[in-house]
T-cell receptor, first 115, second 111 residues
Framework: GAVVSQHPSRVICKSGTSVKIECRSL??????MFWYRQFPKKSLMLMAT?????????EQGVEKDKFLINHASLTLSTLTVTSAHPEDSSFYIC???????????FGDGTRLSIL | GNSVTQMEGPVTLSEEAFLTINCTYT??????LFWYVQYPGEGLQLLLK?????DKGSNKGFEATYRKETTSFHLEKGSVQVSDSAVYFC??????????FGTGTRLTVIP
């Protein structure tokens, strides 16, 4: 089946560091990729939707200058958390979709811990 | 608007017990409905789906039926196993390809 690879799986870094998370669709071309954030024992919150070659669409309340999304190809999207602070610590999950109403395929997530 | 209301957990069951996790939804148009499962420390995996009214999704002994009249998509399994311990998310997807998740239900199955 469709596979989405997310890397790294875990990051621990100091406050002020910028962190890049990659999301790759391994065996299909993803027209749309989604970035979610999950707080402990909470549901997933959609942060942004990105389409290849165009600017990402951010959900209300998500700072686009803080969470930079690049979708340079049909198989790769990146999320960069700029100047990360402890409150940015969370579990970030990407997903990739092809056509409408077909299931999205999720990466295994990245646990980000900012000290 | 679109939203999913899911039974709050946590749910603790003994092995071989019957499982029901309730899920109701509000949607504009005709959404597809999904159950995703998240094992500890992992991302989400699609468990089952239904794309139109009266469809039944099934996988690994789990079932859910798309009920338009009650706007529900309850997850059931006749006999749970310890390995089913996870967090289960009900979700709907609209034509715009956006997924709306419920809050998740944590299931713990004890031997």
């Amino acid at each position: 089946g469709a596979v989405v690879s997310q890397h790294p799986s875990r990051v621990i870094c100091k406050s002020g560091t910028s962190v890049k998370i990659e999301c790759r669709s391994l065996d299909f071309q993803a027209t749309t990729m989604f970035w979610y954030r999950q707080f402990p024992k909470k549901s997933l919150m959609l942060m942004a939707t990105s389409n290849e070659g165009s600017k990402a669409t951010y959900e209300q309340g998500v700072e686009k200058d803080k969470f930079l999304i690049n979708h340079a190809s049909l198989t790769l999207s990146t999320l960069t958390v700029t100047s990360a602070h402890p409150e940015d610590s969370s579990f970030y999950i990407c997903s990739a979709g092809t056509v409408s109403n077909q299931p999205q395929h999720f990466g295994d997530g990245t646990r980000l811990s900012i000290l | 608007g679109n939203s999913v209301t899911q039974m709050e957990g946590p749910v603790t069951l003994s092995e071989e017990a019957f499982l029901t996790i309730n899920c109701t939804y509000t949607a504009t148009g005709y959404p597809s409905l999904f159950w995703y499962v998240q094992y500890p420390g992992e991302g989400l995996q699609l468990l089952l789906k239904a794309t139109k009214a009266d469809d039944k999704g099934s996988n690994k002994g789990f079932e859910a039926t798309y009920r338009k009249e009650t706007t529900s998509f309850h997850l059931e399994k006749g006999s749970v196993q310890v390995s089913d311990s996870a967090v289960y998310f009900c979700a709907l997807q609209t034509g715009a390809n956006n997924l709306f998740f419920g809050t998740g239900t944590r299931l713990t199955v004890i031997p």
